[in-house]
Nanobody, 114 residues
Framework: QVQLVESGGGLVQAGGSLRLSCAAS????????MGWYRQAPGKQRELVAR???????NYADSVKGRFTISRDNAKNTVYLQMNSLKPEDTAVYYC????????WGQGTQVTVSS
């Protein structure tokens, strides 16, 4: 059974930081690249960052230098450290495999105030 549980979102002022966590079931986490995605109101879901099973990372231009993705293979958990947050980072954040499976978690809301 595929399970994705995101946590760590919240309300933060511009310039602040948050750390998101995602606990994934072994079936989706093991051997797969994982990604963090976000969906802002009225916009399509977009890939923010991804990490291979071996730890190689890739970022969207909009977050490069501010966000860091990491994973703990022993805990089936992927993280997203978000620094220097901007109001345009406001969105619901989701994790999933990369490419994404069809099943999504509930996401975690990140709101950045100006």
């Amino acid at each position: 059974q595929v399970q994705l549980v995101e946590s760590g979102g919240g309300l933060v002022q511009a310039g602040g930081s948050l750390r998101l966590s995602c606990a994934a079931s072994g079936s989706i986490f093991r051997f797969n690249a994982m990604g963090w995605y976000r969906q802002a109101p009225g916009k399509q879901r977009e890939l923010v960052a991804r990490i291979s099973s071996g730890g190689s990372t890739n970022y969207a231009d909009s977050v490069k230098g501010r966000f860091t993705i990491s994973r703990d293979n022993a805990k089936n958990t992927v993280y997203l450290q978000m620094n220097s947050l901007k109001p345009e980072d406001t969105a619901v954040y989701y994790c999933n495999a990369f490419p994404a499976y069809g099943i999504w978690g509930q996401g975690t809301q990140v709101t950045v105030s100006s």
